[in-house]
């Protein structure tokens, strides 16, 4: 598939326009967790963007005569309430930026690559390719482009805006990274070659939708007693870690990485209204892999979402290894494993 950066429609007179985009989802290395108005981050967050994880969307915009924001959302061909109410709102908030939006009647169709609820974070995939398309209808300075896009996938979902660029992305403010802004994510470049390829092996332990959501569990952290040392701790675990990415010392990663899904989970364990999303299976898992790297000295680390499936980090030249130890020591735990890597970013399929 070619790979198509900015589309533009916008001087085509027809009746009809569609425009495609398949935006992958990401896994957080340094988590983004406790925001304020308008979803702003309280800490910077880094991620790595995903290959094989994406939504594709389509987005058609029908000539009408009537001003108004009419929408039909199909998710995988079939009515989605929840998502079709939480897309509505967002286009209605953001109907002053994209005037045309009242212009069209809009349908917008998304499939998700990967299976519902996998775990797998599906609204900054989903939020990334539409703001991408509202984008596109737009005639945009193409140097701004992405940063635009970026903050309007923010918009939708806080974590989207780091899928908008391949590979690793920060989204907030740090003093070691100049450009980087709590308002739209930055890509980040200075990455040594063994990480440019790190694999995601992403085990599933449960698939069931979760019990609390990601916007919850934010809305925790307000007088939650650890989050200003919480604060403190993503801010030195991210500048650490812009060092670590340079150089690839992959002990240093594995420190910081699983230092900070711990933490993510130790906050939601510790809020007023504390909760679990680990179950006993995460947890099993999480220890065979450090007993194993232990025992082998394997390079491989952990790192989990809002949720209780486990990634599994390693560096590309480990896949075999890495597939049988999951094959061996993991798989009776499993519901199923997604091999994913660090990817390109989105792409435009169609713009017509
Ligand atoms: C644990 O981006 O899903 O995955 O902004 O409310 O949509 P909203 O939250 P969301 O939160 C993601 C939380 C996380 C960590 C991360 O991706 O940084």
């Known amino acids: 598939m070619k790979q198509v950066i900015f589309c533009n429609f916008q001087n085509k007179k027809r009746m009809e326009k569609k425009i495609k985009w398949r935006c992958p989802a990401n896994i957080a290395l340094i988590k983004y967790w406790g925001k304020r108005p308008v979803q702003l981050p309280c800490n910077p967050s880094l991620s790595m963007t995903l290959s094989h994880s994406f939504t594709d969307l389509e987005l058609t915009l029908k000539e009408k005569k009537r001003k108004g924001l009419e929408l039909v959302y199909l998710f995988d061909n079939k009515p989605n309430k929840a998502f079709s109410k939480r897309i509505l709102t967002y286009l ?3 109907k002053q930026a994209f005037p045309f939006l009242e212009d069209y009647a809009l349908q917008i ?3 998700n690559s990967f299976p519902y609820a996998a775990g797998i974070a599906s609204s900054a995939s989903a939020f990334g390719a539409l703001a991408l398309a509202l ?6 300075n193409q140097e701004h482009f992405k940063q635009k896009a970026s903050y309007y996938a923010r918009l939708g979902s806080g974590s989207a805006c780091r899928s908008i660029y391949g590979q690793f992305a920060l989204w907030g403010q740090h003093p070691k990274a100049q450009n980087s802004n709590n308002e739209y994510a930055v890509p980040l470049h200075s990455v040594h070659k063994s990480l440019k390829t790190l694999q995601d092996a992403i085990l599933i332990v449960d698939d069931r939708p979760k019990k609390v959501s990601s916007s919850k569990g934010h809305a925790l ?3 939650h007693d650890y989050a200003q040392s919480r604060f403190k701790q993503a801010n030195k675990h991210c500048g650490k870690l812009f060092e670590v990415l340079k150089l690839g010392n992959f002990e240093e990663f594995t420190n910081i990485v699983e230092q900070e899904a711990l933490a993510l989970h130790a906050m939601m364990m510790t809020s007023k209204k504390y909760y679990l999303l680990m179950k006993p299976a995460t947890l099993k898992i999480i220890q065979k892999i450090m007993d194993y790297r232990k025992q082998t000295g394997l390079k491989m680390c952990f790192t989990m ?6 990634h599994l980090l390693y560096p590309k030249e480990y896949l075999t290894e890495v597939k049988g130890f999951i094959d061996r020591e993991l798989s009776g735990s499993l519901k199923s494993t997604i091999f994913d890597e660090a990817g390109k970013g989105p792409i435009c399929t169609q713009n017509e």
């Open 135 to 140: 984008m596109s209808v737009e005639n945009i």
């Open 109 to 111: 169709n998304t499939t």
């Open 92 to 94: 209605q908030d953001n």
């Open 305 to 310: 979402d809002a949720g209780p499936n486990v």
């Open 221 to 223: 952290m307000e007088g």
